[in-house]
């Protein structure tokens, strides 16, 4: 994909905070100056939802109209959810790009596995279409349209240079309080445990109820990561995958004999 300046590019916009988040109206503003913007979010926040679809019930849908600027289609379901049925059904003309976002609070770490900005980009990247998540670290500044037009010439180079089908590309802005972030650095996905503490509570009822309170990463990565890039202050740029399976061990076990006993009985 290159040439995006000739290009009149059909762009997907989802998210996980909802339809109604200052950060998909700040993305979809910088977005048009790239093609059309078909934003199709969830009704309700979703954060944290992960890759779940909606599968024992029905996804309610109605258009919205946004902030007086835009109509949208507010989906009663996940973020996945949001992608696979618009490309599926909603949209008139499948999109050229998928894009997450401005999700409020960093996604990085293992919290990529959580995320719902992530997933909503994933789903896209599964379907076949190049797809980049947007996430910008909680701080002081919520200043959305600011890490909109920061974020503009970064998804812009990723067009220039070759998106392929299929590709997924995780963004993540520092908090733009101090000012400006320092720099772009492209690194890997950090593999740090988050350790989570939960607040009890004793309910009136005679249950004990826990509150997932803000946890911290436990040590550091052998090399530089996401998560160091943006503690420093730097634009996180990584690209994901799907692939989960672990090739090391898949090979020790490819080299087990699996067949020196019958698997087919209990003996």
């Known amino acids: 994909m290159k040439g995006i300046e000739s290009?009149?590019?059909?762009?997907?916009?989802?998210?996980?905070?909802?339809?109604?988040?200052?950060?998909?109206?700040?993305?979809?503003?910088?977005?048009?100056?790239?093609?059309?913007?078909?934003?199709?979010?969830?009704?309700?926040?979703?954060?944290?939802?992960?890759?779940?679809?909606?599968?024992?019930?029905?996804?309610?849908v109605r258009r919205v109209h946004v902030q007086d600027s835009f109509?949208?289609?507010?989906?009663?379901?996940?973020?996945?959810?949001?992608?696979?049925?618009a490309i599926n059904h909603l949209l008139e003309a499948p999109p050229d790009l998928v894009v997450s976002g401005i999700n409020?609070?960093?996604?990085?770490?293992?919290?990529?596995?959580?995320?719902?900005?992530?997933?909503?980009?994933?789903?896209?990247?599964?379907?076949?279409?190049?797809?980049?998540?947007?996430?910008?670290?909680?701080?002081?500044?919520?200043?959305?349209?600011?890490?909109?037009r920061i974020t503009l010439p970064i998804i812009r180079q990723l067009l220039d240079r070759g998106l392929a089908a299929g590709s997924l590309?995780?963004?993540?802005?520092?908090?733009?309080a101090p000012g400006l972030p320092r720099g772009v650095r492209v690194v890997p996905q950090a593999t740090r445990v988050m350790e989570d503490d939960f607040v009890r509570f004793a309910g009136p009822?005679?249950?004990d109820y826990y509150w997932l309170a803000e946890g911290r990463f436990k040590h550091a990565d052998p090399c530089e990561s996401?998560?160091?890039?943006?503690?420093e202050g730097y634009i996180a740029i990584t690209p994901l995958q799907f692939d989960l399976t672990q090739y090391e061990?898949?090979?020790?076990?490819?080299?087990?004999?699996?067949?020196?006993?019958?698997?087919r009985t209990e003996k």
């Not at 980049?132 to 600011?146: L, N, T, W, Y």
């Not at 076990?253 to 006993?261: H, R, S």
């Open 205 to 207: 009822d005679g249950r």
């Open 7 to 60: 290009l009149f590019m059909r762009i997907l916009l989802s998210n996980d905070d909802g339809i109604l988040a200052p950060g998909l109206a700040a993305l979809r503003e910088v977005l048009l100056e790239l093609g059309e913007v078909s934003v199709v979010a969830p009704a309700s926040v979703q954060s944290a939802a992960g890759h779940g679809i909606t599968v024992t019930g029905p996804l309610a």
């Open 71 to 85: 109509f949208g289609h507010a989906v009663e379901g996940r973020p996945a959810d949001c992608v696979k049925l």
């Open 104 to 148: 409020d609070g960093a996604n990085v770490a293992t919290n990529v596995l959580y995320s719902g900005t992530v997933a909503a980009a994933a789903e896209g990247a599964l379907l076949g279409y190049p797809a980049i998540a947007v996430s910008m670290e909680r701080g002081e500044e919520r200043d959305f349209r600011r890490a909109a």
């Open 249 to 263: 061990l898949l090979s020790q076990l490819q080299a087990c004999d699996w067949n020196g006993k019958d698997v």
């Open 226 to 231: 996401d998560l160091d890039a943006l503690n």
């Open 169 to 176: 590309i995780n963004i993540n802005l520092p908090d733009l």
